[in-house]
């Protein structure tokens, strides 16, 4: 087993550990907070669409940094009492602050880094690790663009592919993996939030064919097959 197999096992398995369980128990009681039981699926399904994205867009195989990234994109999930606890302010008509919302998740991306940074720091080089810092911090927010072309930034590890690319795609596997877990979400969410988010997570996938794979998706819910149906 190479190192990033390995980072992929430790990464999942904390979803299966006492500590991860006792965090969960200890939100239970919230219902906004339910979400915690899908994280392990979220992540391998983050992973698998990763995958698919990036035979789709790039020849060659998943770099290591990118399949370590895809599973722990969100791991401060798995560490309950590091989690960024900001809340979303609403503006006084009701809905939700945005810039509000895009510090939460820039807090959020750069918390997984660290905690990914520490927890790996024996297992995964250090210039693999770099790669992986970069991939998670700007999952949130794609690959950096200038006049719109995207910027090329060769990983560090390999010099072989463009870190803000890997970026991009791990933000369209992002967003794919949410809707293939719309079902759930619509369960725990008011329709308000539901369509705000779901609004979110299509409108920052501008591949065409990304977008046409979230509208074939499968859903046994009548409320997301809607909330799907009316997006872009």
């Known amino acids: 087993m190479d190192f990033a197999d390995k980072a992929v096992e430790i990464i999942l398995g904390r979803y299966d550990s006492l500590e991860y369980k006792a ?24 992973l698998d669409w990763t995958c698919k994205l990036w035979g789709h867009q790039v020849d060659g195989n998943v770099p290591k940094a990118l399949r370590i990234s895809a599973v722990g994109h969100d791991w401060e999930r798995a560490f309950e009492c590091e989690r960024d606890k900001l809340e979303i302010y609403p503006h006084e008509n009701g809905k939700p602050d945005l810039m509000w919302y895009a510090v939460h ?23 693999f690790m770099i790669d992986v810092t970069y991939i998670v911090t700007h999952h949130e927010i794609g690959g950096a663009r200038c006049m719109g ?45 539901v369509r705000q988010k779901a609004s979110f997570m299509f409108d920052r996938v501008k591949d065409p064919q990304v977008r046409q794979w979230i509208k074939e998706l499968d859903f046994e819910s009548e409320f997301s097959r809607e909330v799907v149906g009316s997006l872009g």
């Open 23 to 46: 965090g969960i128990a200890s939100i239970a009681s919230d219902p906004q907070k339910i979400y915690g039981a899908t994280d392990k699926i979220h992540a391998q399904a983050v």
């Open 105 to 127: 998740k820039s807090m959020h991306a750069h918390n997984s880094a660290r905690i990914l940074r520490r927890e790996l720091a024996d297992i995964v080089p250090n210039q």
């Open 149 to 193: 072309e995207m910027v090329n930034y060769p990983d560090f590890a390999t010099g072989k592919y463009n870190l803000n690319l890997a970026s991009e795609i791990l933000k369209q596997g992002d967003s794919l993996a949410f809707f293939n877990g719309l079902d759930t979400y619509v369960e725990w969410r008011n329709p308000a939030k």
